[in-house]
């Protein structure tokens, strides 16, 4: 199929970027610059897409940073640190991300005569964001086939899959982890202490991969 893969240069979905094109798939990838404090996940997958030579485009979106307030990933608010739960990490919520990052990427993947969007959404998203839940995605499919007289499908391969499983599926596809980027403080290197790093540290070690991030804070 050819594909439009909403693509942060993060760990899920550089590892479904692998599967999909392991697949034999056509895929063009689309990144988002939408203010996000770690704008850094932009160098990365510009880097992993010129290593896999496939084609990736980001859409400057900065101007919109000003009507997502409240969120400490686009709005002058701190950045929590310490364990990803809901209490703790409901600040990163971004106010309807997931429809913006996803409407863009319907419209090109239509303009493409593309027949589907994937995106990396899985089983160990977190309840807190709106935007994750199932019935969110199953709207946006609806809306994806009706948008456009090119019906669009919404696909979520690892949707059954927890972050762990993840990890394991691109170790098994030579995914270079090191380039990857997960850490929301955005900058040179990891800090270690973010709930995405925390996330990202845990995974490896639950999947029994080393992990090959280097970390500000090693613990």
């Known amino acids: 199929m050819k594909l439009v893969l909403v693509y942060s240069g993060g760990l899920d979905s550089t590892v479904l970027l692998h599967h999909l094109l392991a697949e034999g798939h056509e895929i063009h990838c689309l990144g988002i610059d939408y203010g996000q404090r770690h704008r850094r996940e932009l160098v990365s997958g510009q ?6 030579g496939v084609e990736y ?3 400057d979106l900065t101007a919109i940073r000003p009507l997502l307030k409240g969120s400490s990933l686009t709005d002058s608010v701190s950045l929590p640190e310490g364990a990803y739960n ?5 600040s990163t919520v971004v106010p309807n991300r997931n429809m913006i990052l996803l409407s863009l990427a319907i419209a090109w993947a239509a303009s493409l005569r593309a ?3 994937a995106y990396a959404a899985h089983a160990g998203d977190h309840p807190l964001y709106p935007d994750c ?3 969110f995605a199953q709207a946006m499919d609806r809306a994806a086939a009706l948008c456009d007289w090119n019906p669009v499908r919404l696909l979520r391969p690892f949707i059954d899959m927890g972050k762990r499983d993840i990890v394991r599926r691109g170790a098994e596809l030579g995914v270079p982890f090191e380039l990857t980027w ?3 403080q955005g900058g040179q290197r990891h800090c270690g202490r973010c709930g995405t790093c925390r996330e990202r540290r845990d995974a490896f070690a639950r999947a ?3 992990d090959p991030t280097e970390y500000q804070s090693p613990d």
């Open 115 to 117: 027949d589907a969007v």
């Open 86 to 90: 809901i209490e703790n990490m409901k």
């Open 208 to 210: 029994g991969i080393s």
């Open 182 to 184: 997960s850490c929301y």
């Open 133 to 135: 839940r199932p019935e």
């Open 57 to 59: 485009r980001v859409v």
């Open 47 to 52: 880097a992993i897409c010129e290593r896999l």
